[in-house]
């Protein structure tokens, strides 16, 4: 067994125990496919990452994503906030912006102050959901026959699909049958009324994990960068908003969304909760 360096953060807020908690495994180049597997599905987080040397020259650190359940070829959540731990620690980026390597490829992550910020990848299933589908999820979430506004493939590696509900009321009811959604990836969407929800946020969203450990997601990037390239290329939202994300569980995520000369970036805050060391 060996000794790595380790550390726990919260993603998506500035304060601890409000955001998405995510443990981070550095120097992790020693360990097997199946002891990262099994780390993971210890840590009982809903992702847990693996930080090693990159393999292609144009990256600063290679990583690797894990649910208690599988691997993940990209996250938002694990992606800053292992940027926010590799810097912590030291980490010197090549170039003004930090480059990341994992299964989809490079993911380029951007400083904004003390917050990071990454750009959303490409999706790779977009369009309407199919009529069959989608009545498995309105169920599965408990919906009305006419709750659902719309609905679209948001999946850039983690298989989501989100459906957009008329107000946010809806989406922080929501108590789903999980024995309908089975497997999905599910993302649920509504704008803010500023006039009786505030301006703090212009959009809430929740995400539901059906067959992994953790089936609520308190704060994700991945599926808020695939909304936004949805509600951005259909002109449902404006060229900066955030995202309100986690309050049904007790938290406070906030994502920032931007769109910057037809490049969109998803960003927050992260802050270290335990750092030390572990035995693998």
């Known amino acids: 067994m060996s000794r790595f360096d380790f550390k726990q953060v919260d993603v998506f807020s500035d304060e601890p125990l409000k955001g998405n908690p995510l443990a981070v495994v550095f120097?992790?180049?020693?360990?097997?496919?199946?002891?990262?597997?099994?780390?993971?599905?210890?840590?009982?987080?809903s992702e847990t990452t693996f930080i090693l040397e990159p393999r292609d020259p144009r990256a600063d650190?290679?990583?690797?994503?894990?649910?208690?359940?599988?691997?993940?070829?990209?996250?938002?959540?694990?992606?800053?906030?292992s940027c926010h731990a590799w810097l912590e620690a030291g980490g010197v980026p090549k170039g003004e912006e930090i480059v990341q390597e994992c299964a989809v490829g490079l993911v380029r992550i951007r400083?904004?102050?003390?917050?990071?910020a990454f750009l959303a990848p490409p999706l790779l299933?977009?369009?309407?959901?199919?009529?069959?589908?989608?009545?498995q999820v309105r169920q599965g979430l408990r919906l009305a026959p006419d709750a659902i506004v719309d609905a679209q493939w948001v999946d850039n590696g983690?298989?989501?699909?989100?459906?957009?509900l008329a107000e946010r009321g809806q989406v922080l009811d929501l108590q789903p049958d999980y024995s309908q959604l089975k497997d999905l990836a599910v993302g649920v969407i509504a704008p803010w009324n500023p006039e009786r929800d505030g301006d703090a946020a212009q959009f809430e969203v929740r995400a539901f994990i059906a067959g992994d450990g953790m089936p609520e997601d308190p704060a994700?990037?991945?599926?808020?960068?695939?909304?936004?390239?949805?509600?951005?290329?259909?002109?449902?939202?404006?060229?900066?908003?955030?995202?309100?994300?986690?309050l049904s569980m007790g938290r406070a995520g906030r994502?920032?969304?931007?769109?910057?000369?037809?490049?969109?970036?998803?960003?927050?805050?992260?802050?270290?909760?335990?750092?030390?060391?572990?035995?693998?």
């Open 27 to 45: 120097g992790a180049d020693p360990l097997s496919d199946a002891r990262m597997a099994a780390f993971a599905n210890w840590t009982n987080l």
């Open 61 to 81: 650190y290679r990583l690797r994503i894990f649910t208690t359940l599988q691997e993940l070829p990209f996250a938002g959540h694990p992606t800053l906030g």
């Open 111 to 116: 400083r904004n102050g003390a917050e990071l």
């Open 125 to 135: 299933k977009s369009g309407p959901v199919e009529a069959g589908l989608l009545e």
């Open 158 to 164: 983690a298989g989501w699909l989100a459906v957009l």
């Open 220 to 246: 994700t990037g991945s599926l808020n960068a695939g909304i936004a390239q949805w509600l951005l290329g259909a002109g449902l939202a404006p060229e900066s908003y955030v995202v309100s994300q986690g």
């Open 255 to 280: 994502i920032q969304v931007e769109r910057l000369d037809d490049e969109i970036w998803i960003g927050g805050s992260a802050v270290t909760c335990i750092e030390g060391s572990l035995t693998l």
